[in-house]
């Protein structure tokens, strides 16, 4: 019982100054690359940096929880249009379930070239600030100019992540999505990937403490359902409404990111 408790503790510990060493880390890229970056890089070419710097760093901080035994990641079916970081390409929009606080980073530290949507008001947050007003698209509820944005970035070769529910998913509990995703699918014609989120432990969960890691590494498994043919999509609701359009999708996105199909 001691030695369990012991356990637990360290592994807690471990989990607390990982993410003390990941905050340290966005203060840096925060407010010393980024506004270099800004000066010296031209500015068509200044997102694609951002981006990939985002990218690596947080493949690292991956790769660091991995290889201290905090978590292991198991990624099925990983789609061939997602292991090319061209820009050339079209981006596609990646829609996923939100069971703990670091699905994002673990996607966007996956996927080469890939952008989220970020609350307003992480502009004023002194580790994410400059991040996320210089890559990302913010929900300021400003819904035409996000959506005029997406297209921007989807024709642009970036990838798009988006959280349908908007907040951490409760295991057990019934999703309620919102209809972002769909709504900019349909309004950029771009495919959509969904993914399954799941984690053998409930870990960095709505109202988890942090330190709560368990006794062994949790797995995280993403599992990477068949994409979404939005133009095959419409050729089969043509009949439909927009709107009726627009729930059906949001239903099948639903239907693929709250189980895994693989």
Same mark, same amino acid.
């Given at each position: 019982?001691?030695?369990?408790?012991?356990?637990?503790?360290?592994?807690?510990?471990?989990?607390?100054? =990982?993410?003390?060493?990941?905050?340290?880390?966005?203060?840096?890229?925060?407010?010393? &690359?980024?506004?270099?970056?800004?000066?010296?890089?031209?500015?068509?070419? =200044?997102?694609?940096?951002?981006?990939?710097?985002?990218?690596?760093?947080?493949?690292?901080?991956?790769?660091?929880? =991995?290889?201290?035994?905090? &978590?292991?990641?198991?990624?099925?079916?990983? @789609?061939?249009?997602?292991?090319?970081?061209?820009?050339?390409?079209?981006?596609?929009?990646?829609?996923?379930?939100?069971?703990?606080?670091?699905?994002?980073?673990?996607?966007?530290?996956?996927?080469?070239?890939?952008?989220?949507?970020?609350?307003?008001?992480?502009?004023?947050?002194?580790?994410?600030?400059?991040?996320?007003?210089?890559?990302?698209?913010?929900?300021?509820?400003?819904?035409?100019?996000?959506?005029?944005?997406?297209?921007?970035?989807?024709?642009?070769?970036? /990838?798009?992540? &988006?959280?349908?529910?908007?907040?951490?998913?409760?295991?057990?509990?019934?999703?309620?999505?919102?209809?972002?995703?769909?709504?900019?699918?349909?309004?950029?014609?771009?495919?959509?990937? @969904?993914?399954?989120?799941?984690?053998?432990?409930?870990?960095?969960?709505?109202? =988890?403490?942090?330190?709560?890691?368990?006794?062994?590494?949790?797995?995280?498994?993403?599992?990477?359902?068949?994409?979404?043919?939005?133009?095959?999509?419409?050729? /089969?609701?043509? /009949?439909?409404?927009? &709107?009726?359009?627009?729930?059906?999708?949001?239903?099948?996105?639903?239907? /693929?990111?709250?189980?895994?199909?693989?």
């Amino acid at each position: 019982m001691c030695k369990r408790r012991l356990v637990v503790f360290f592994r807690g510990l471990a989990v607390v100054l =990982q993410f003390a060493f990941f905050g340290a880390g966005a203060l840096v890229i925060n407010s010393l &690359i980024f506004p270099c970056i800004s000066v010296f890089v031209p500015k068509e070419k =200044q997102r694609f940096l951002y981006c990939d710097v985002i990218h690596k760093a947080w493949n690292f901080f991956s790769s660091v929880m =991995q290889k201290s035994g905090s &978590i292991s990641i198991d990624v099925l079916n990983f @789609p061939d249009a997602l292991k090319n970081s061209d820009s050339s390409k079209y981006g596609k929009i990646i829609v996923a379930n939100h069971p703990s606080f670091i699905d994002i980073v673990l996607l966007i530290g996956l996927l080469p070239n890939t952008v989220c949507i970020a609350k307003k008001e992480l502009k004023k947050n002194l580790f994410m600030g400059n991040i996320v007003k210089s890559l990302y698209l913010i929900n300021d509820e400003d819904n035409e100019k996000l959506l005029n944005d997406a297209v921007n970035l989807l024709n642009n070769g970036f /990838n798009i992540i &988006i959280f349908p529910t908007g907040t951490r998913t409760v295991e057990g509990e019934d999703m309620k999505l919102h209809k972002g995703a769909a709504m900019m699918a349909l309004h950029s014609k771009a495919d959509i990937i @969904p993914v399954h989120i799941h984690c053998d432990y409930k870990f960095l969960a709505k109202h =988890q403490k942090i330190y709560d890691a368990g006794e062994k590494a949790v797995k995280y498994t993403l599992t990477f359902n068949n994409p979404i043919n939005i133009n095959e999509f419409f050729v /089969n609701n043509s /009949n439909l409404t927009e &709107i009726k359009m627009r729930n059906r999708l949001n239903k099948i996105i639903k239907e /693929n990111i709250s189980v895994s199909m693989i």
